[in-house]
């Protein structure tokens, strides 16, 4: 497929009718699908952190809660239905012992703090494949609505 839109960490793209979404190296941040299937709208953002301290909020790709909520108002101007709209994510591991324990498990709060925003926003959740210690490559069909995350030593998950 040669509609293959690359998703950078802190960044969403966003495809109509098909196209296939990719972001790479998810290890504690997240990828979320987000799937209006009767326009066939598909959105990702990938997130790195729970929520939004910073400051003017500048970058709001870079958070669960202003990521969510604005992939989901530039999917809405674009014709998607709330009602209609489903996730599926991947990401949030544990990729490094912090014996410190300063930061604690950023990969389990991001899991946390994704599923609580899309039940905020009223966003059904239909997959996942979170959690765990190893990083993750997720990919996103827009034609069929389909996710498949590919990660070393584990063999190909359809979500």
Known sequence: MSDKLIIGIADMKMAAGSG???TYALGSCIGICLYDPVIKLGAMV???LPLNMEAGRKNTMKYADTGIKETLRQMEAK?????????????????FEDSGGSLGNIGQRNIDSVRLNLKKEGIRLLKEDVGGSVARTLLFDVSSGLGCVRSYGRPEMII
């Open 20 to 22: 296939m979404l990719v």
């Open 79 to 95: 014709g998607a239905k709330r009602s209609r709209i489903t996730a599926k994510i991947a990401g949030g591991a544990k990729m």
């Open 46 to 48: 990938h997130i790195m």
